[in-house]
């Protein structure tokens, strides 16, 4: 009866015996695998590092190469709209014979033009924002029928400012798309109903390199008056 007392009192020391140390599992067998695949240098993430290195060499040049072409065509585009505000505001301001007083800028023209043409050299230089190298201007005048006039610059005359310039080269890497093109604008003003002072033969300075005056004429240039 005492050894049957005995053991139940272990049993019921058993119920309540909570050991002092942690049982040891053993350990999973995917465990060594995912420490070592945490490792930044190794297994599936050395991978996706080179597909990362390989897609950034891709990528990169042509990044550079679309920021180099929206520098290019905006630098055009610029360009295009300064020749067309340049070229009306100088029509306009020779219509009234107001083209400023400058006349330190280099004219294109050959032999000695008059003051009145160099002063709106210099005014199309200014408004286009551009040096003689890269800007062209010519000026010349019609009747009020359309006919090319020296002389007879009557009522409703009306001045015709042409002007050329080059292309914005800019980064250089657009050449093929850019370079040697020549953008050109004509702006034709009525002098109202009277005139008030006495113009000029025509005003014409050597085209620009792959450029002509063609696009440079009268309404009607069948003939002169």
Same mark, same amino acid.
């Given at each position: 009866m005492g050894s049957t007392a005995l053991h139940l009192n272990r049993s019921a020391a058993d119920d309540y015996f909570v050991p002092n140390h942690r049982t040891r599992t053993a350990p999973h067998p995917g465990a060594k695998r995912q420490e070592r695949s945490a490792f930044p240098f190794s297994g599936a993430h050395r991978s996706e590092r080179g597909a990362s290195l390989v897609e950034a060499a891709l990528v990169l040049p042509l990044f550079f190469?679309? #920021?180099?072409?929206?520098?290019?065509?905006?630098? /055009?585009?610029?360009?295009?709209?300064?020749?067309?505000?340049?070229?009306?505001?100088?029509?306009?301001?020779?219509? /009234?014979? /107001? #083209?400023?007083?400058?006349?330190?800028?280099?004219?294109n023209a050959p032999g000695t033009p008059e003051i009145l043409f160099v002063k709106a050299v210099c005014l199309t230089q200014k408004l286009t924002r551009l040096g003689p190298d890269d800007v062209r201007l010519k000026v010349m005048y019609q009747g009020a029928n359309g006919k090319q006039t020296y002389t007879n610059f009557g009522p409703d005359a009306q001045v015709i400012v042409c002007v050329m310039t080059t292309s914005f080269r800019g980064s250089g890497l657009w050449g093929p798309v850019f370079n040697g093109r020549v953008y050109t604008q004509r702006s034709v003003v009525k002098t109202g109903k009277s005139a008030t002072f006495t113009w000029l033969p025509t005003y014409e300075e050597n085209p620009l390199p792959g450029g002509n005056w063609s696009f440079c004429t009268a309404d009607d240039p069948i003939g002169l008056e």
């Open positions: 190469l679309l #920021v180099l072409a929206v520098f290019d065509f905006g630098g /055009n585009y610029q360009r295009k709209l300064l020749l067309s505000a340049g070229t009306r505001e100088v029509a306009r301001a020779a219509v /009234n014979a /107001n #083209v400023g007083e400058t006349t330190t800028c280099t004219h």
